[in-house]
């Protein structure tokens, strides 16, 4: 053992006006309302838990195939499956606050109105840390409903929320790397009331059965998650926290080890959610947290807050404490 | 008569490494033992194992999930799992691959279980190719209740029938059916069933296979008094419900048809809630 590894590391971090103890979350749609991981773990023992994108009414999602797996990733094409946020404030919200779970609920809607009609519902929710505004899922019926790679319907989208929610709850709006230019996109939420930034959402991709020699997915089109999009996300946080250093980003996009976590807090991640990494191990997020703690008392950071976007410091300024 | 299929989410599930105490190619399967220990107390016939394949540097990032064939308390190494592996794609090509004293990641038990009835009933166990694995289990259940256990096995040729010999210990009963002919009878595994099920008066048909083959079942005993209980078998990511890509469109007892996890409301399901003719599509939603 070094001497750093006996050093400990405060790994508490803050999104917004929101402080969470750890920053490793599980990522929006990779660990339902928690219920099936608790089994596995405490869910207190996480940073927090971010919930499954939900929109204004009950939705079935996509057919199947839903799922294809690809060479360290995978495609999901899940299409918003969920509850409807009635039922998920009445069944998911109180059950996570009895475990003492820390709670980012996502939301995600079709229309500027229904985010704005979620975000109406959340102000009167109590004991959730943040809300995680999903305007990037991939798979929706109409790609060209993709709010984030849209500049315009992306700010719109957030200042209804903003508008709606008030000045309280942290919002973090959830943008995708599908873009030409993603600081473009993420000044412009942050200018219309965002308080820290998901990065990233899945990569739109398509997989081809040889044998049918058509779509393999029932929606045709899915999003790309895992390892294989580690270093777009790397990019993306690396992009986003340059041009606007002060905005907390919550990144994500295939960590599945401390060392993973690590790469992306140095981007410039002030936390971090573990998604497709929990589908292949239910305790990666806790395997993650540990690992972590001991990459950052090894290279002797005292705090998480000291390694976040290290990345961009010039090599003569290394070493700081 | 037959107890409700349990449905409690990853209540006895529990992620270990396994040691593989042996690997034999039986046909065109591996016959997989695994040493679990005490979690063969929780295993139901039905329930399922997730398995982490290709080692810790593989491009695999998904576990692959197996329906657990038997599972053994009395072995000289304490408990014990039986899979049956048919080495397919390259998830099940590495599992077929491992040796004996290799360490297998898994997670067990998982999703729900067959019913198992209270009384001495006669029962018909259906199996698809592949699909027969958790059936053998649950046949010796079913014997040790008192039950009547026959069971129809159906492939598309012999080698894909798992071990004839094996599957007719524990029955009453063993007829095969092949397509090409090659093994028993010529035909589907389904083609006399509605004569079976009158001539034996079948309580309960407990199947596992080919949804197409669930699905055939379904319809042709739709009119009879028989509950039909059937092991699904639909690509899962994660096992444990929270990816949601294995739902199946499933009828609740008001007449609503929602999406659910075949995973953690299945793999057993009744065959009957089902709405086979809905699968790959999306049902209309209800207000």
């Known amino acids: 053992m070094t001497l750093h590894n006996s050093i400990p590391v405060d790994l508490s971090t803050t999104l917004g006006n929101a402080w969470f103890p750890s920053p490793i979350f599980t990522a929006s749609g990779c660990a339902s309302s928690g219920k099936e991981l608790a089994q596995f773990f405490p869910l207190k023992d996480i940073g927090a838990v971010v919930t499954k994108s939900v929109m204004t009414k009950p939705r079935h999602g996509r057919p199947t195939p839903r799922m294809a797996e690809t060479p360290s990733g995978m495609l999901n094409s899940i299409g918003l499956q969920g509850p409807g946020i009635d039922a998920f404030l009445t069944n998911d919200v109180p059950w996570l606050l009895e475990q003492k779970a820390r709670v980012i609920v996502s939301i995600a809607g079709e229309t500027i109105e229904e985010y704005s009609t979620l975000a109406r519902k959340l102000r009167s929710t109590p004991g959730i840390s943040a809300v995680e505004v999903n305007i990037s899922c991939p798979n929706v019926e109409n790609r060209g409903m993709v709010f984030a790679s849209n500049l315009d319907h992306s700010r719109r989208v957030i200042d209804g929320v903003r508008k709606t929610i008030g000045g309280e709850l942290p919002i973090i709006a959830k943008l995708t790397p599908d873009v030409t230019d993603i600081t473009e996109i993420a000044t412009g939420v942050v200018d219309a009331g965002a308080d820290a930034l998901a990065l990233i959402n899945t990569v739109l991709g398509m997989v081809i059965n040889i044998d049918t020699m058509r779509p393999h997915l029932g929606g045709k089109t899915g999003g790309l998650s895992g390892p294989a999009i580690r270093p777009v996300a790397v990019r993306a946080i690396y992009q986003v926290h340059a041009a606007l250093p002060k905005v907390p980003i919550l990144g994500m996009g295939g960590v599945s080890s401390g060392r993973d976590a690590l790469e992306l807090i140095l981007a410039g991640a002030s936390g971090v959610s573990v998604g497709t990494a929990s589908f292949g191990d239910p305790t990666a997020v806790i395997s993650i947290q540990n690992e972590l703690r001991a990459l950052l008392a090894a290279r002797g950071f005292a705090t998480l807050s000291q390694a976040v976007g290290f990345a961009h410091r010039e090599l003569s300024l290394g070493g700081e404490k | ?287």
């Open chain 2, 1 to 287: 008569m037959v107890g409700t299929i349990m449905a409690s989410i990853n209540k006895n599930a529990a992620q270990q490494h396994a040691v593989l105490l042996s690997n034999k190619r039986v046909g065109a399967y591996h016959q997989i033992i695994l040493n679990v220990g005490d979690v063969v107390k929780s295993c139901r016939p039905g329930n399922f194992v997730a398995i982490r394949v290709g080692g810790p540097s593989s491009k695999m990032i998904l576990r692959r999930a197996f329906a657990i064939s038997r599972t053994s308390e009395s072995s000289q190494y304490g408990g014990t799992m039986e899979l049956i592996v048919a080495p397919h794609g390259s998830g099940s090509s590495w599992l077929c691959s491992q040796v004996e004293g290799a360490e297998i990641d898994i997670i067990a038990p998982l999703g729900t279980s067959f019913g198992i009835p209270t009384e001495p009933i006669s029962a018909l166990l259906i199996g698809g190719g592949y699909g027969s694995a958790p059936l053998f289990g649950l046949a010796d259940v079913l014997k040790n209740r008192g039950c009547k256990v026959d069971m129809l096995l159906g492939a598309s040729n012999g080698s894909k029938i798992y071990a004839p010999m094996e599957g007719k210990r524990s029955v009453n009963s063993l007829k095969i059916f092949t397509e090409d002919g090659s093994m028993g009878e010529t035909g589907r595994v389904t083609s006399q069933l509605v004569d079976i099920v009158r001539d034996r008066e079948v309580d309960v048909i407990y199947s596992c296979g080919p949804m197409a083959m669930l699905s055939a079942i379904t319809e042709l005993v739709k009119d009879l008094d028989v509950i039909h209980q059937c092991a699904v078998e639909e690509s899962m990511a994660c096992g444990i419900g929270i990816c949601m890509t294995c739902v199946l469109p499933v009828e609740a007892e008001d007449g609503t048809v929602s999406m659910v996890r075949s995973c953690i409301d299945g793999p057993v399901m009744d065959g009957s809630n089902v709405r086979w003719e809905l699968v790959g599509s999306v049902p209309e939603v209800q207000q």
